[in-house]
């Protein structure tokens, strides 16, 4: 069945980086992204790339964070730089397969930006 695994995440103070991977498996995906849920918010979209490697990105990290993938490798990663501390949230991989488009989530990893 479908897999995602996300890591990287941690405590960082603000200013510093963090770069998180999600290793997906068990089938061929298409769209990928990285979506973001702080206590008491609605999860949102943080990011997403297309298979074909199209990217967008929430106004809120535009310049900051880079969303990448690895087809070969099934992998998707999420660059961060010049963390805020309202950049502090539980990170969720979100994978779509083809042919259907269906969703699927990781367990979610913490990120903690310190000021």
């Known amino acids: 069945q479908v897999q995602l695994v996300e890591s990287g995440g941690g405590l960082v103070q603000a200013g510093g980086s963090l770069r998180l991977s999600c290793a997906a498996s068990g089938g061929t995906f298409r769209s990928m992204a990285w979506y973001r849920q702080a206590p008491g918010d609605q999860r949102e979209l943080v990011a997403r790339?297309?298979?074909?490697?199209?990217?967008m990105y929430a106004d809120s990290v535009k310049g900051r964070f880079t969303i990448s993938r690895d087809n070969a490798k099934d992998t998707l990663y999420l660059q961060m730089n010049s963390l805020k501390p309202e950049d502090t949230a539980v990170y969720y991989c979100?994978?779509?397969?083809?042919?259907?488009?269906?969703?699927?989530w990781g367990q979610g990893t913490q990120v903690t930006v310190s000021s």
């Open positions: 790339i297309s298979e074909g490697g199209s990217v």
């Open positions: 979100n994978a779509r397969t083809f042919p259907f488009n269906i969703p699927y």
